[in-house]
């Protein structure tokens, strides 16, 4: 019995500090972009926006369950709010703020679900990669109105590999909480 409550503890600490750490890195990354402009772009693009992806990808491990679908879609809305409040003083950037992170997110959990039974390192990599290239593509046409390919490979590119580093953090968390 104790061990049960043991590891009921873990996964809720798990669950409590992801959230927070989701929902923080959307805030951190937009006050970045906010006060340094294009500057900030190839920081939240290599470490907070695959860092945000991969605390996705832990709750979707630790939700697995009935209440999977409406967790991971209130976590998608809020962060998505967050990220539209803080995305600045220009609208459009706070619409495409709101829009890319809804959808990259929505991307993520999508793949992610569809390559459950995968190893860790394949889910969360796999999914990483469609939200970041769903990400790169978004933000920018409604943002700006444009599409640069390279800009948006470039950004794309760095999202997965700030990914893939990530995961290999995440996959120990999730060891951890399952224990």
């Known amino acids: ?100 992170f809804a959808t990259s997110g929505a991307v993520d959990s999508l793949v992610y679900q569809v390559l459950f039974d995968r190893t860790p390192l394949v889910k969360m990599n796999a999914s990483n990669g469609a939200a970041a290239v769903t990400d790169s593509i978004v933000f920018p046409v409604v943002a700006f109105g444009s599409l640069s390919l390279p800009i948006m490979a470039a950004q794309a590119s760095m999202k997965f590999v700030g990914g893939f580093v990530w995961s290999l953090a995440a996959r120990r968390l999730v060891a951890r909480a399952a224990v």
């Not at 104790?2 to 990354?29: L, Q, T």
């Not at 945000?52 to 879609?73: C, F, S």
């Open 1 to 100: 019995m104790e061990r049960r409550s043991i590891r009921g503890w873990r996964k809720r600490s798990a669950c409590a500090a992801a959230v927070a750490a989701y929902i923080a890195a959307i805030g951190f990354a937009n006050v970045l972009v906010t006060r340094y402009g294009h500057a900030a772009l190839p920081f939240t693009a290599f470490a907070i926006i695959p860092f945000d992806m991969t605390a996705r990808n832990v709750l979707h491990e630790l939700w697995r369950g009935p209440w999977l679908i409406p967790k991971m879609g209130s976590l998608i809305l809020c962060g998505a709010s967050v990220s539209f409040l803080l995305g600045g003083a220009s609208l459009p950037v706070c619409v495409a703020s709101f829009l890319a």
